[in-house]
């Protein structure tokens, strides 16, 4: 199916597709809320975990979900060495990408790395604990969940 055919369903499902979505997003961010303590820190996980995701990707790693997992369970500073170097995510990066001061960003990161949620880099910043209760929790219960309804939206569009 090309762009213009999907496009075409969403428009003609619009209502359907659009409330399946946003309702998603709504249980996504819930969750990620529910798991991290405030939305703040949700939101700063979440863009962590797209962070070691995109060093994951750019230097080819296998795109599978078994093997994404198991490397994203390993990236470690050690781990992710191997994938690109000089890629930090600092807390003025995280703060632009959150769209919140400096200084409620870097205090959130530091509450996160005591809570042993984040573990902070010299090479590459924050990074998600893949030790912590946090992160077994995204894996665990998250994640299917995600992709369960992505599953749903790709049938509701496609159908």
Request: a neutral charge; charged letters at 20%.
């Given at each position: 199916?090309?762009?213009?055919?999907?496009?075409?369903?969403l428009d003609?499902?619009?209502?359907?597709?659009?409330?399946?979505?946003?309702?998603?997003?709504?249980?996504?961010?819930?969750?990620?809320?529910?798991?991290?303590?405030?939305?703040?820190?949700?939101?700063?996980?979440?863009?962590?975990?797209?962070?070691?995701?995109?060093?994951?990707?750019?230097?080819?790693?296998?795109?599978?979900?078994?093997?994404?997992?198991?490397?994203?369970n390993q990236?470690?500073?050690?781990?992710?060495?191997?994938?690109?170097?000089?890629?930090?995510?600092?807390?003025?990066?995280?703060?632009?990408?959150?769209?919140?001061?400096?200084?409620?960003?870097?205090?959130?990161?530091?509450?996160?790395?005591?809570?042993?949620?984040?573990?902070?880099?010299?090479?590459?910043?924050?990074?998600?604990?893949?030790?912590?209760?946090?992160?077994?929790?995204?894996?665990?219960?998250?994640?299917?969940m995600e992709?369960?309804?992505?599953?749903?939206?790709?049938?509701?569009?496609?159908?």
């Amino acid at each position: 199916m090309n762009p213009s055919d999907i496009a075409q369903k969403l428009d003609d499902n619009f209502l359907d597709v659009w409330t399946l979505y946003l309702g998603q997003c709504v249980a996504r961010h819930r969750k990620m809320v529910e798991l991290a303590g405030s939305p703040t820190k949700a939101f700063i996980a979440q863009i962590i975990y797209w962070h070691e995701l995109l060093l994951l990707g750019e230097k080819g790693a296998m795109p599978t979900y078994g093997v994404v997992l198991s490397q994203i369970n390993q990236s470690d500073e050690k781990h992710l060495k191997r994938y690109i170097l000089n890629k930090k995510l600092t807390t003025s990066l995280v703060a632009d990408l959150v769209g919140i001061p400096f200084e409620t960003a870097r205090r959130n990161l530091m509450v996160m790395c005591e809570e042993s949620v984040l573990e902070k880099s010299d090479v590459f910043g924050f990074l998600i604990n893949k030790n912590s209760p946090f992160h077994a929790a995204c894996v665990n219960d998250l994640n299917p969940m995600e992709k369960q309804n992505l599953c749903q939206l790709v049938y509701k569009i496609t159908e």
